[in-house]
C-alpha cells in the first residue's frame, strides 16, 4: 500500500505546476502531520501500521476537498503486463470538473491513464444527452442557448461545444430549421432592473381555453412571472403580479395594452407608487417590445408543439372545440403540461446568456442591477418622453393581433368531489409519459366523463 501511494504521489508531482505548488507548502504541512494521517487512515481505511510519514499526501488530503477519497484511485492488479489500471469513480471525475478542471489536466493527474477517464467521460455525456432529451420533451424547439439555460438552472457545468454536439445527434432537423432564422437586435433605455416592467397576456391557444399571463423586467429582460391559465380575467393576473412582487420587490413602472385584465394591476401600482408619474402606462402592443420578444420565442417554443398537437387531434376527430367535454378533458390532461414546459422555458430564459450583454444571464443582470442600488433611483429618462418609455427604438416589432378584450367561458361541467376523484383514479398523474404525448390520458378522461 506504501508503494502504491507513493506511486501515485510521485507520478501526479510530475505535473510541473502542482510540483511547484506542493514544493512550496510541503513545509507547513509537515508540522500538522500527525493530525492528517488519522484523517487519511479513516478516510482510506488504512490500517495505521501500513502509514508512514508523508506530508505531501497530507497537503493533497487538505487541497482536494471534500476528502481524500475524491482524489486518490485505488490501483487493479489483474495479472496482465504493463502500466496497472486504475479504478477511477464518477465522483472522482465529477469532482474534478466542479474545479474547472478539463479532461486532459484530470488524465495527467491520474498517471497519464486515458481509457477510465475516456470511460467515465462517455458516461457523463451520455447522462447529458439523456437530460436534454427530457428538456426537450416539454420544450421541442428550444435552441443550444436555452438549453444551456436548462442545464445551468440544474446547477451543472457543461460546454456549449459538447451542448451543440449532442443537438446535431438528437435534433439533427430543429437545429437546421433555427439556424436559418436570425434576430434584428433593438436598442432598449431603462435605468436599471425593477424600473419598468412589461406586462401581456397571449391567446396563442385561446381556441383550446388556454390563456398564457406573461411579465418581464424591460432592463434585464427576466422573467417575473409566466403562466398558463384557463381564464383571462383581472382577478387572475393581479394574483400572478403579486406573486411576482413577492420575488422581485415592486417595480416602479408597468406597462401594459388596454385590455380589461389589466384593470386590477393599473389600480394596484396607482395605489402602491402613486398617480401623475406613470405608475402604469398604457400603450399599443407595438410599444411594449420586450413582451412581444418574449411571445415570440414563447410561441415558438412552447405554443407551436401543443398548437400543432391539438390540430393534429382535431383532424383525427380526437377534438371537438364546441364539445365542453372535450375542453375539459383537454385542460386535466393538457393545462399541468403546459404549465411544466412553460417552467422549463422560464429556467432557459431566465439563465441563458445574452450575446447584446456580454453573455450575462437575465437574472445576472438583474442582480447585479439590485446590488448596484441602479434600481432605487427615479428613472430621469421617464420625464423625457413619457408616452415613448421603454420603447424600442428603430422598425417595430411585429404586433401580435390580439383582441383587447378577451373572455374565456367557463365550462358547465360541474362535477362532484366522487366524480373528479374517479378522474384522479383514472389519471393520477397527467404528466406520466404514456408515450403519445398526452393522447392516451387525455381519451381516458374523455370516455369517463361521457359514463358519468
Given at each position: 500500500?506504501?508503494?502504491?501511494?507513493?506511486?501515485?504521489?510521485?507520478?501526479?508531482l510530475s505535473s510541473p505546476q502542482l510540483r511547484n505548488i506542493l514544493e512550496d507548502a510541503v513545509r507547513g504541512a509537515t508540522s500538522e502531520h500527525n493530525a492528517s494521517t488519522t484523517s487519511i487512515q479513516s478516510v482510506s481505511n488504512v490500517p495505521a501500521t501500513s502509514v508512514r510519514p508523508n506530508p505531501i499526501m497530507d497537503l493533497i488530503s487538505a487541497s482536494f476537498t471534500p476528502s481524500l477519497s475524491n482524489s486518490v484511485t485505488s490501483i487493479i492488479k489483474d495479472g496482465h503486463v504493463g502500466r496497472p489500471r486504475y479504478d477511477i469513480t464518477k465522483e472522482q471525475v465529477l469532482h474534478f470538473r466542479s474545479l474547472g478542471f478539463k479532461w486532459s489536466k484530470i488524465r495527467g493527474l491520474y498517471i497519464g491513464s486515458k481509457t477510465?477517464?475516456?470511460?467515465?467521460?462517455?458516461?457523463?455525456?451520455?447522462?447529458?444527452?439523456?437530460?436534454?432529451?427530457?428538456?426537450?420533451?416539454?420544450t421541442p424547439n428550444a435552441g443550444e442557448t436555452y438549453i444551456l439555460g436548462s442545464i445551468c438552472a440544474r446547477n451543472m457545468k457543461v460546454p456549449r461545444a459538447t451542448i451543440r454536439e449532442i443537438l446535431k445527434e438528437v435534433d439533427p432537423l430543429g437545429r437546421s430549421e433555427r439556424k436559418r432564422k436570425t434576430i434584428k437586435r433593438r436598442v432598449y433605455n431603462v435605468k436599471g432592473a425593477n424600473h419598468l416592467w412589461h406586462i401581456d397576456s397571449n391567446h396563442k391557444l385561446i381556441n383550446f381555453r388556454f390563456v398564457y399571463h406573461g411579465c418581464i423586467d424591460g432592463y434585464s429582460r427576466s422573467i417575473i412571472y409566466l403562466e398558463c391559465m384557463h381564464n383571462n380575467k383581472a382577478d387572475t393576473v393581479l394574483s400572478l403580479f403579486e406573486k411576482g412582487v413577492q420575488n422581485f420587490g415592486l417595480p416602479s413602472r408597468v406597462r401594459g395594452d388596454h385590455g380589461t385584465e389589466n384593470v386590477a394591476v393599473a389600480r394596484y401600482m396607482l395605489t402602491q407608487k402613486g398617480i401623475n408619474r406613470g405608475s402604469f402606462i398604457t400603450g399599443r402592443s407595438v410599444h411594449n417590445q420586450r413582451i412581444e420578444r418574449l411571445w415570440s420565442e414563447v410561441n415558438r417554443v412552447v405554443s407551436k408543439h401543443y398548437k400543432e398537437l391539438f390540430l393534429m387531434m382535431e383532424e383525427e376527430n380526437l377534438i371537438d372545440e364546441t364539445s365542453e367535454i372535450d375542453l375539459y378533458s383537454l385542460t386535466y390532461v393538457y393545462l399541468p403540461r403546459i404549465r411544466q414546459s412553460l417552467k422549463e422555458f422560464v429556467s432557459q430564459w431566465n439563465n441563458h446568456g445574452l450575446r447584446t450583454m456580454n453573455c450575462r444571464s437575465p437574472l445576472q443582470l438583474w442582480n447585479t442591477s439590485i446590488i448596484e442600488g441602479s434600481g432605487h433611483d427615479e428613472d430621469s429618462l421617464y420625464w423625457k418622453e413619457p408616452d415613448y418609455y421603454g420603447v424600442e427604438d428603430s422598425t417595430s416589432f411585429p404586433e401580435i393581433v390580439t383582441s383587447n378584450n378577451v373572455i374565456v367561458p367557463e365550462s358547465n361541467i360541474n362535477l362532484t368531489v366522487q366524480q373528479f376523484q374517479r378522474l384522479v383514479e383514472a389519471v393520477p398523474d397527467p404528466l406520466r409519459n404514456d408515450n403519445t404525448h398526452g393522447i392516451s390520458?387525455?381519451?381516458?378522461?374523455?370516455?369517463?366523463?361521457?359514463?358519468?
Open positions: 500500500m506504501d508503494r502504491q501511494v507513493d506511486g501515485i504521489v510521485s507520478n501526479i477510465p477517464i475516456a470511460s467515465q467521460k462517455r458516461r457523463l455525456i451520455d447522462e447529458i444527452k439523456s437530460i436534454i432529451q427530457d428538456i426537450m420533451m416539454g390520458h387525455y381519451l381516458c378522461i374523455k370516455n369517463l366523463l361521457n359514463t358519468l
